[in-house]
């Protein structure tokens, strides 16, 4: 079973061997063994926020509740990507969105979103949140082609802001041609391009996370 919008596996399941005679029995073992996972599936991924108390320090904020133990702060802000895919015929928000969080994760690095695209404001989301940079991606061009698959190129723009608003890394990559698997729409191609775009800044990325930790 594979999510259409990312191309992600998200469960197998098999049955055991039994005569053709016997289809009706495998049809209900299959049916009894998908419904968790497809359940699972189906429900809805809660974006990460901000947690409603925000220590900074050892001296807690007013208002906050949450000791720096239990509640670690983040290490990027993700800001909504933005652009276009296909002269912007696919919007790419949500998959791109998701490709982020998910390469984030990947490297072991906190994220809380943000919806700010002025450099003021995220400066400012940068002091509350605790978070060392702010992270912005631009889609600034997918082209699809299909061949009983869909397939694309993409090419991604990256940047980190500091907490002084001034950019510590900016960088635009050109991917691969990216084959997605049958049924998978063109967000899922999406989802790709941004994650391998990212993935080909892992090196820059893990000099960041070692000054953040130092």
Request: proline fraction near 6%; charge should be positive; hydrophobic fraction near 45%.
């Amino acid at each position: 079973v594979r999510r259409a919008s990312t191309g992600k596996s998200v469960a197998r399941v098999a049955t055991d061997a039994l005569a053709i005679t016997e289809l009706d029995a495998l049809v209900a073992e299959l049916s009894r063994k998908l419904a968790a996972p497809i359940e699972h599936a189906l429900k809805p991924v809660e974006p990460i926020r901000l947690p409603t108390a925000v220590v900074q320090g050892t001296r807690p904020v007013e208002g906050a509740s949450a000791s720096p133990s239990s509640a670690p702060g983040p290490d990027v802000l993700l800001v909504t990507p933005v652009g276009m895919a296909a002269k912007g015929v696919v919007s790419i928000e949500q998959p791109a969105t998701a490709g982020a969080l998910e390469m984030l994760s990947r490297m072991g690095l906190r994220s809380v979103r943000s919806d700010s695209h002025e450099t003021l404001a995220l400066v400012a989301e940068l002091r509350t949140s605790g978070a060392r940079y702010a992270l912005l991606i631009e889609v600034q061009q997918v082209r699809f082609s299909y061949k009983e698959v869909l397939s694309a190129r993409g090419r991604v723009r990256i940047l980190m802001l500091g907490v002084d608003g001034l950019p510590v890394f900016d960088k635009t990559v050109s991917t691969d041609t990216l084959v997605g698997g049958r049924g998978d729409r063109h967000q899922a191609i999406v989802y790709r391009v941004v994650e391998q775009a990212l993935d080909m800044s892992l090196p820059e990325f893990r000099s960041l996370k070692d000054a953040s930790s130092s």
